[in-house]
């Protein structure tokens, strides 16, 4: 109908977060408001979404550590982190650690599917990442 009256319109079904971002690049196309100005360690190295690589983290050195927690406990997710990670000398002398930004973010935008939320997830990532 809206092509009918001539209003450009597009049409996208979202069923997994490769959908999301061939969406999200297109209207990032469209308005030129793109990535965050950043880039994601992960996308270099796809393996450190499936598994913790603490040497490829630490050979990389990223401004920002960005954790999402599995699992329905947090508290225990914390101290897991607190124990695991922080323990590691070398973790310590990470960029991100030593600036205070190693940061947990909240499962419901970021270990879920955030559905009709996506907006808030960017507007959170974007607030850390401008707030220096």
């Known amino acids: 109908m809206l092509d009918q009256i001539g209003i450009p319109c597009a049409k996208f079904d ?3 977060f490769e959908d999301y971002l061939n969406l999200l690049k297109i209207c990032t196309d469209i308005t030129g408001r793109a ?6 360690i992960a996308d270099i190295t796809p393996s450190l979404l499936e598994e ?8 990389l050195d990223p401004d920002f550590i ?10 225990k997710a914390r101290e897991s982190y607190q124990k695991t990670l922080l323990s590691n ?21 970021f270990h ?4 009709a939320e996506w907006d808030k997830a960017y ?8 707030d220096e």
């Open 14 to 16: 979202i069923e997994n």
């Open 35 to 40: 990535d965050l100005n950043c880039e994601n």
């Open 52 to 59: 913790l690589s603490i040497e490829k983290i630490i050979e």
């Open 66 to 75: 960005f954790i999402t927690i599995m699992g329905s406990d947090e508290e």
């Open 89 to 109: 000398p070398a973790w310590n002398e990470l960029t991100a650690v030593k600036n205070g930004r190693c940061v947990f973010l909240p499962t419901k935008y």
């Open 112 to 115: 879920n599917k955030p559905n």
């Open 123 to 130: 507007e959170m990532l974007a607030e850390i990442l401008n």
